[in-house]
C-alpha cells in the first residue's frame, strides 16, 4: 500500500523527463496547490468593544440616528463596514474572523488590500472616530452601541441636519408618553401635508402602532381646530 504523504507521480515530472502534455498536463493542473494558500487569505480579527459608560446611551448601528447624522462625517462606505462588522457580531458574540478581500468585494470598494485602499480608509476612519480601535496584533475591536455625534463632528453637519438633531436631543429628554406624542404630531403633520384627509390621517397613524387616542389628537391638531367636526 502506498505511503499516504506521496505526492501523485504526475504532480513533479522526474529530472529531465519531457514536459508532459495533453491528458498528463491537465492532471498536474488539478493536482497541483491553489496559487492562494489559506494562510495568504487577508483576515482581520473582530470582537466587541465593551464600554460600560456610553454603551447605555448608544444607539444601534443600522439605526435612523446613524444613518442621518453619523453617515454624513464618516461617509457611506465606512457606514455600510460598521453595519456589516455589527451584524457579524450579533451572530457571533464574541468575534469572528472577517475575510477583508471578500468584504470589500461585497461593499463595492474593490479588491486591493494596500494602505491607500478603500476597504483600509474605510477601517482607519472607524478608528479615527472612535467607532473602532485596535485590539491587539491583527483584531480589531467594534462598537455594538453607537453614541451620539461628537459636537466637533455635528457643527460640521448641513444646519437643516444640525436643527433636525436639535430636535432629536430634545425629544431625549421627554418621557417616553411625551416622545410618542411628538412623533404622532409630526406624522400626522407630514401626511396631511400629502392631502390626505383627517380620517386617513387617523387611521394610518393606528396603523403604525400608536395609541388611538394619540392618533385621534395628533390627526385633530393636523387639521386645527376649525377642522374639527362636532359629534351628531
Known amino acids: 500500500m502506498p505511503d499516504s504523504t506521496t505526492l501523485p507521480t504526475t504532480s513533479v515530472p522526474p529530472t529531465g523527463a519531457p514536459s508532459p ?3 498528463a498536463r491537465a492532471a498536474i493542473r488539478r493536482t497541483a496547490p491553489s496559487p492562494i494558500a489559506k494562510s495568504d487569505i487577508p483576515t482581520l480579527r473582530v470582537v466587541p468593544w465593551v464600554d460600560p459608560v456610553a454603551d447605555p446611551h448608544g444607539l444601534h448601528p443600522c439605526s435612523r440616528y446613524v444613518e442621518l447624522y453619523w453617515l454624513p462625517a464618516i461617509g457611506p462606505s465606512t457606514t455600510w463596514l460598521l453595519r456589516r462588522l455589527s451584524y457579524g457580531l450579533e451572530i457571533h458574540h464574541d468575534g469572528f474572523d472577517l475575510n477583508m478581500t471578500e468584504t470589500a468585494r461585497a461593499l463595492g470598494l474593490g479588491e486591493r488590500m494596500g494602505k491607500n485602499s478603500p476597504f483600509r480608509r474605510a ?3 472607524l478608528c479615527t472616530f472612535e467607532l473602532a480601535r485596535p485590539h491587539g496584533p491583527g483584531s ?9 455625534l461628537p459636537l466637533r463632528h455635528l457643527s460640521r453637519l448641513p444646519e437643516p441636519l444640525q436643527a433636525s438633531h436639535r430636535r432629536w436631543l430634545a425629544e431625549q429628554r421627554m418621557t417616553e408618553p411625551e416622545q410618542m406624542r411628538r412623533r404622532a404630531r409630526r406624522l400626522a403633520a407630514d401626511l396631511a401635508g400629502e392631502g390626505r384627509d383627517r380620517a386617513d390621517v387617523e387611521r394610518q397613524l393606528g396603523i403604525w402602532h400608536f395609541h388611538p387616542a394619540v392618533a385621534f389628537q395628533a390627526a385633530q391638531e393636523a387639521f386645527g381646530p376649525t377642522s374639527v367636526q362636532p359629534d351628531r
Do not use: E, K, N
Not at 480589531?140 to 451620539?148: G, S
Open 140 to 148: 480589531l475591536a467594534v462598537r455594538t452601541r453607537i453614541p451620539p
Open 123 to 125: 477601517l482607519q476612519r
Open 21 to 23: 502534455t495533453g491528458p
